[in-house]
Structures are given as C-alpha cells and as structure tokens.
C-alpha cells in the first residue's frame, strides 16, 4: 500500500535532503498523530500541493498533535504537459463536489467552475464564497487521497463572457457536446500547451453560449453514443485525454 499523503508548507521541505528531519504539525499533524494513529517506522510523504514532496519514514510521534519524519528522498514533480482544464457547469446539490474529486483522482490540472445559462444552481454572495471553498477543500483532499503531489487549481467562477480569453488561449479548445460532429477520441491533440474541456449543465449548453465557444475557437465534440452527467462528462474526457496524451503510460 502507497503511503499517505499529508500537506505541508513548501518552506518546510524546500531544502529537505535525506536525512533530514521535518516535522508535521497543526489540523494535519493532528490527523497523522491522533486520527491515522502513526506510529514510529511507518512510511509517509509530505507534500505542498504544488508538484515538490519527500517519502519518508516517521521517526517519532509527539503526542497527538505532531509527528516528526525522517526524510528518505526528495520528488519534484514537472508541470503536466499538456494541462487538462475542465470548464465545469454548476451541478445540482452536492455533484459538484463529486465531479472534482472524481477528476481530481483521475488527474485533471484545472478546474473552473462555470455559470452556464441553463444552471439551476447559482454561486452569488457568501453562499458562492462557501461553495467554491467547498470545492478546493474537496480538490485538496481528493489529492491527498489519490497520492498527488501536484493538486488541482480550482479557479474563481466563470461567466460565458469571462470564458472566452481562456478558450482563445488554449492549445485545444473543446465543448462536449451530444451533437458533435467528431468524437474527442479522433481529435488532434497538441504536445502542450492547455487543453480546455467545456462541460455544461444538466440542461444542456445553450445556441447563444455554443456560437460565443466557437467565436473564441472552441468546437463540439462528443464523447460517445451515450450522454453522460455533468458531474461525470468532465472525468470520463479527462481519463480519455490522460491516456491519449501518454501522460497515463
């Protein structure tokens, strides 16, 4: 089994070589010490969300409110290429966090919550404020749990209107969309840059929002014959694009 993941500062590990001894402390030095209940020998990796991170082996536990780690190696992971963005549609209730621990898990770069037209859910004042929140804490944990050293980035919300300088400066552009004409699994993908998948709402992506895409050069592609959730598309073109690009191999 895969050690745990726990997050930590960048300066705490920045200049961490073997040998070194870091210690973890506060909300995640309390989860190692009293919630996972580690004990001294077990293996660890620490981790700053941002691609750097070191495996190693708990050396002691102080109480349940840290724990101190004896660094065996250091990991510095690159920035993807290419990066996969998912433009994601406001779900109902709590599918949103589903669909970004689900994407999350299967290794999407980005994620950029999007007030499509035809959304029954709306993110105004602090109810957007604790959604959104709700959604990075989800993204940072996913990561956690699926041993990532690089988290996502789930950015501020979109309108339509806001979308288009991000489309326009993608490596790819791609709305998924039932009335495609070319399937995502046939289309020609780039060696870096972004890769920008629009995934809309239960209701659909509106004519208004579909011709603003292709204005800034996004086009329609399908995934399958069958049509999938919101809060499932986003990870089933992800997966497809992890593997096509060799970034799963």
């Known amino acids: 089994m895969t050690a745990p993941v726990f997050v930590v500062e960048t300066e705490r590990i920045a200049a961490a070589a073997p040998g070194a001894v870091v210690r973890l402390d506060g909300a995640e030095g309390r989860h190692a010490a009293a919630v996972k209940r580690l004990t001294a020998g077990e293996a660890v990796t620490l981790a700053d969300g941002l691609g750097l991170g070191v495996d190693g082996t708990v050396a002691e536990v102080l109480g349940k409110d840290a724990i101190d780690v004896t660094v065996d190696a250091v990991r510095r992971e690159a920035e993807p290429a290419p990066r996969i963005v998912v433009v994601q549609a406001l779900p109902k209730g709590d599918r949103g966090e589903l669909a970004v621990e689900t994407m999350t898990e299967v290794g999407v770069d980005v994620v950029v919550p999007w007030a499509a037209s035809r959304c029954i859910t709306q993110w105004k004042g602090e109810r957007g404020a604790k959604a959104l929140a709700k959604w990075r804490a989800t993204a940072r944990e996913a990561g956690k749990q699926s041993r990532r050293l690089r988290f996502p980035?789930?950015?501020?919300?979109?309108?339509?209107?806001?979308?288009?300088?991000?489309?326009?400066?993608?490596?790819?552009?791609?709305?998924?969309?039932?009335?495609?004409?070319?399937?995502?699994?046939?289309?020609?993908?780039?060696?870096?840059?972004?890769?920008?998948?629009?995934?809309?709402?239960?209701?659909?992506?509106?004519?208004?929002?579909?011709?603003?895409?292709?204005?800034?050069?996004?086009?329609?592609?399908?995934?399958?014959?069958?049509?999938?959730?919101?809060?499932?598309?986003?990870?089933?073109?992800?997966?497809?694009?992890?593997?096509?690009?060799?970034?799963?191999?």
């Open 153 to 249: 980035e789930v950015r501020e919300l979109m309108t339509t209107r806001q979308l288009a300088p991000l489309l326009a400066q993608a490596a790819l552009a791609a709305v998924l969309h039932e009335e495609g004409a070319e399937p995502l699994a046939q289309a020609a993908l780039p060696a870096g840059g972004d890769i920008v998948l629009v995934v809309g709402p239960e209701g659909g992506v509106s004519p208004e929002e579909l011709a603003a895409f292709a204005e800034a050069g996004a086009r329609p592609y399908r995934l399958g014959p069958s049509v999938l959730r919101t809060s499932t598309a986003g990870v089933a073109a992800g997966a497809l694009l992890l593997g096509r690009t060799g970034r799963w191999s």
